[in-house]
Structures are given as structure tokens and as C-alpha cells.
């Protein structure tokens, strides 16, 4: 047996003992390991490399240490990203729009209407953005109209929650409230209460993508849920809300703060191999082009992708369709598609959940026919087994 070196901590000097490499290595190298990866000690895992060789893994990272005779444990690796494993649950949220306005403002009018047809979308995109972190939004009812009490809806935020009615009633989950202008793109009222103007302004970012209330409402609810800001640009983090994206680590935050939501129910999900899964889409790629093939009358022809996320469920039915993003606008082809993905039959999940899929087709009118195999980026499947 090796004998390893015990630190002394108040001399610094060197003392001789026979103990495990294993607690050798958590006793001198995790502290130093916890700093680097910017993790708990508590929430670190160990992994034997080999001999002198050992790795950790915590937050979101990683790293590997190698045992050096002359200076002790060295980084051999630098700090690298480690995927976190994907929960096997799904936690479901309840979602409440409103819309608030002034009590003068009579309704109906041409704006409202395109804001209450807009708010499936809304939520569809929003659960989009959420999908890493294996949380989805269940909007309840439609757009439901506030007038703001005392009359006039503020346009600074921090006054917006004096502005609602006293007998709105309470309830659980996330309320978003949509007003016609802020001194702000959005901001959390308290909890999960979200404010967001009707036309938020936002910088274009490479990779992003989404309804810009949509966009602004996760960015919200994030930093309500935990997460900090992020000067990534890209990241939905990040000022003036300009990305969309979440790493491992804010996904699992997300996740973890999400069950604890009032309202908050967790899903079992249901796994299925991701080649049935594709199978089954390409072999209904022609009802697809069939959906397309009527835009391409139209002077320009669109282009662009819509990307469908669908439900299987037990018995291998697509029991819900939605779509997640589309920089096409095109209802007609929206609803064709949506129609064809509805009848589509897959094989039962295994263990008892459901498969939450999400999938794109890239269409052209330069290759209206072409394989979606090739066209598009990969599927993403939630509680697949790979």
C-alpha cells in the first residue's frame, strides 16, 4: 500500500501514514477542487482515473487531478464543462395571462385581438426556451382582460402591482401581465408575478429565437427562480434579454426551484429510442411536404423552419402539438402541420410517463422535397433513452 503523505496544517510540515488514496485524495485535493469548479464540496463527485489519476465533477463542471511526488494533487486538465444528467421528471407549471389596460380603453380592438391569438404562442415559445431545464408552462384559459384600478395603467413598473384590481382573484402558478407601455422591457412584481410590455425592444443575437414577450417573460421568471445575470449575450441571462440559451448548471437550478412553485406538478416522463422516434417522423415526411407545397404559390414563397413540439403518450398517441418556433408566419401551414403531427401513432413509451419531443423541418422552395433527415438539426427528445 502507498503510503500518502498527511499535510501538516499548522507547520506545514511533511508526516508519513498508510491511508486509502480515496480519502487522501477527498482530504488534500477536494477543498482545492471545490474553489476551481466554484462548487460545494458537499456536491462534488469523485471518479478513480487510474493510478494517481482522479476526476471531479460538480455544478455543471469538471475536472481531473494527477498526484505529483515533488508538489502534491496538480490540475491536469484546467476546468471543463460537464453536462449535468437530464431529471427524469418534468415539472409542470401553471400559466396565467392577462392583459392590463386602462379603464377607459373599451377593448376588442384590432390589438387586443392579435395579442389573445398571439398567447399560445406566447406559451409555446416559453416552454421552448425552458425545455433544458425539463420545465413546461400549461396555460390556463385564454387571455383574460384587467382594467388597471385607480384608472390609468403606470408605465413605471415598480408601480404596476398597485394597479391591479383589488378582487383579482389568487392563484397558483405564473401570472403574466401584459401591459401597452413600460418604462422597461419587463420585471418581476414578487414570486412569479411577471410584467412585460406588449412590444418589448430587443437586440438581434445569433442562435436566439422566440416571441419577444416570450423572451422576456423567461428571462424574468429565471432571475426570480435563481439565476444571476450572465454577460454572455447569448445566454437568457444575459442584459437586455438578448439571448435564449441556458447551460447545465442554470438548467438544473431552474428545474429544482421550479417544483417548489405553488401549483407546481411533476410528470413522470417515458422513454423511447430515438431511432423509432425518427423512424416514425421521416415516414410522415410526405404529409409534411404536402403542407408546404400550397405556400409555394405564393409571390415570395416562404422559407424558413417551424419547429413542432408534441406529446406521445401512453399508447404511443400524440395527445398535444404545439408550435415551439416558426420564422415562417404562416397559419395555414402552421395548422397543416399541426393537424398531420396530431394523427401520428408511436410505440408505447416504456415506464409509464410520457415523451416530450420537439422537432424541426427547414422548408425552401428550392427543395420543397427534401429530406427533413438531412434539412434538419437534430430532434430534441425529452425522457428518451439514447
Known amino acids: 500500500m502507498r503510503a500518502w503523505p498527511l499535510v501538516g496544517l499548522t507547520l506545514g510540515a511533511w508526516a508519513t501514514g498508510c491511508v486509502s488514496a480515496a480519502d487522501a485524495f477527498r482530504r488534500d485535493a477536494l477543498p482545492r477542487a471545490a474553489f476551481e469548479l466554484g462548487c460545494p464540496q458537499d456536491q462534488l463527485a469523485t471518479t478513480p482515473l487510474g493510478e494517481d489519476r482522479w476526476g471531479v465533477q460538480g455544478c455543471g463542471k469538471k475536472v481531473v487531478y494527477v498526484y505529483?511526488?515533488?508538489?502534491?494533487?496538480?490540475?491536469?486538465?484546467?476546468?471543463?464543462?460537464?453536462?449535468?444528467?437530464?431529471?427524469?421528471?418534468?415539472?409542470?407549471?401553471?400559466?396565467?395571462?392577462?392583459?392590463?389596460?386602462?379603464?377607459?380603453?373599451?377593448?376588442?380592438?384590432?390589438?387586443?385581438?392579435?395579442?389573445?391569438?398571439?398567447?399560445?404562442?406566447?406559451?409555446?415559445?416559453?416552454?421552448?426556451?425552458?425545455?433544458?431545464?425539463?420545465?413546461?408552462?400549461?396555460?390556463?384559459?385564454?387571455?383574460?382582460?384587467?382594467?388597471?384600478?385607480?384608472?390609468?395603467v403606470p408605465r413605471r413598473y415598480s408601480d404596476i402591482r398597485k394597479s391591479l384590481p383589488a378582487n383579482l382573484e389568487a392563484v397558483d402558478g405564473v401570472r403574466l401581465f401584459i401591459v401597452g407601455h413600460l418604462d422597461a422591457n419587463g420585471a418581476g412584481l414578487g414570486g412569479v408575478d411577471v410584467v412585460v410590455e406588449a412590444h418589448p425592444k430587443l437586440r438581434p443575437v445569433a442562435g436566439s429565437w422566440g416571441n419577444p414577450i416570450s423572451r422576456v417573460t423567461a428571462h424574468v421568471l429565471a432571475g426570480a427562480l435563481g439565476l444571476g445575470i450572465s454577460s454572455d449575450e447569448r445566454s437568457l441571462m444575459a442584459l437586455g434579454t438578448a439571448g435564449t440559451g441556458l447551460d447545465a448548471t442554470e438548467a438544473a437550478t431552474l428545474h429544482a426551484a421550479a417544483k417548489r412553485l405553488p401549483g407546481a406538478t411533476l410528470s413522470r416522463l417515458g422513454t423511447l429510442p430515438r431511432d423509432f422516434i425518427a423512424k416514425i417522423i421521416r415516414k410522415h415526411w410526405g404529409g409534411i411536404k404536402g403542407c408546404y407545397e400550397p405556400e409555394l404559390h405564393e409571390a415570395p414563397a416562404p422559407f424558413g423552419t417551424l419547429t413542432v413540439a408534441f406529446t406521445i403518450a401512453g399508447g404511443g398517441r400524440v395527445t398535444a402539438a404545439s408550435i415551439s418556433q416558426d420564422d415562417m408566419h404562416s397559419a395555414a401551414l402552421e395548422g397543416c402541420v399541426l393537424g398531420e403531427v396530431g394523427k401520428w401513432v408511436f410505440p408505447e413509451p416504456k415506464g409509464g410517463g410520457n415523451v416530450y419531443v420537439t422537432y424541426p423541418w427547414k422548408f425552401s422552395p428550392a427543395a420543397p422535397g427534401s429530406d427533413p433527415a438531412k434539412d434538419s438539426r437534430p430532434a430534441e427528445f425529452m425522457g428518451e433513452t439514447w
Open 68 to 152: 505529483s511526488d515533488r508538489i502534491g494533487w496538480v490540475n491536469n486538465s484546467g476546468v471543463l464543462p460537464a453536462p449535468l444528467p437530464s431529471p427524469n421528471d418534468l415539472v409542470v407549471v401553471p400559466l396565467h395571462v392577462y392583459l392590463l389596460s386602462d379603464a377607459g380603453d373599451a377593448g376588442g380592438d384590432a390589438d387586443t385581438a392579435a395579442l389573445a391569438a398571439s398567447v399560445p404562442e406566447i406559451a409555446a415559445h416559453l416552454n421552448g426556451i425552458f425545455d433544458p431545464a425539463r420545465v413546461r408552462f400549461d396555460l390556463i384559459g385564454a387571455l383574460q382582460t384587467l382594467k388597471a384600478a385607480g384608472g390609468t
